[in-house]
């Protein structure tokens, strides 16, 4: 119980600091550029382009909207973490949103390009520790959930039509195709960096290891590392010596200290590491 509890805050601390970085490019690098992005945050923006009315409140009504339309389509997990991340998500964007206003950090027109860059990788990285951590921000992810409900279409599609159509929108208030682009190079970059913190978070690694001190070594790992370690009874070709080869699976970050345990123990030993596709099972992903 204690260590699912520390696990749930663990996350909660990621998503918070996730959704901070998409706040702030969202509204120090991309409202003041006038740039509409897919999602409930594209919408909100051009609300706030057409009306000024402050984006945090358009975001609540539509969340809250959507969240009241999908309720009985949605279970209660979803719904719980939509809900905080939303709550985080509005916090954030309305203390952010007049504080950049008062004091911008970039000037607006200036460099428009890289701003949008900007914000794009910060919205993704946002993103990306969000979804890693079993989070929601709201929007699109209903929107999404219901057109794969009630229409069979797959995640990926439904969003990238409902982005679309958010960002093709735009034109009808700025008369401007470079808004549009605007829109789908921040959209670009900010998927490409989300699945980049994503895939980081999660890619892992296998270890052979050949060590005389092999004993030592798969205890130290159990301890030191908290990883699982399986034996191997084998023989060495050449040597026609019975070996014993011990296997590992980690989490990329834990790379490093694996190494470290087997210098500590046997610097001769021998070790292969490589890149695993995918692991899933007790301490890694979900079999889905």
Known sequence: MKS????????????????????????????????????????????????????????????????????????????????????????????????????????????????????GAMGGAGLGLVFSHNGSTGGTDIITVLLNKYFNMSFGRAMQFVDCTIICSSYLLFRSTETIVYGVAFTLVATIVCDYVINGSRQTVQFL??????????????????????????????????????????????????FAVIKAIDPDAVVSQTFCQGVFGEGFDKIK
């Open 4 to 119: 699912r509890t520390k696990s749930n805050m663990k996350d909660l601390v990621f998503i918070m600091l996730g959704i901070l970085s998409y706040s702030v490019g969202y509204t120090a690098f991309i409202l003041p550029e006038k740039v509409v992005m897919g999602g409930a945050s594209g919408i909100a923006a051009l609300v706030f382009y057409a009306t000024e009315i402050p984006t945090w409140i358009s975001l609540a009504v539509i969340n809250c909207t959507l969240l009241l339309i999908a309720l009985k389509a949605l279970n209660l997990q979803f719904i719980i973490r939509t809900l905080t991340g939303v709550g985080i998500l509005l916090f954030f964007v309305g203390v952010l949103q007049p504080f950049f206003e008062a004091h911008p950090i970039i000037t607006a027109g200036e460099d428009k390009f890289m701003h949008v860059l900007i914000g």
């Open 209 to 258: 290891i050949i060590s005389k001190k092999y004993q030592e070594i798969a205890d130290a790992i159990n301890t030191d590392v908290r990883r699982g370690v399986t034996l191997i009874e084998g023989k060495g070709w050449y040597s026609k010596k019975d070996v014993d080869l011990l296997i590992v699976l980690t989490r990329k970050y834990e790379s490093q200290e694996v």
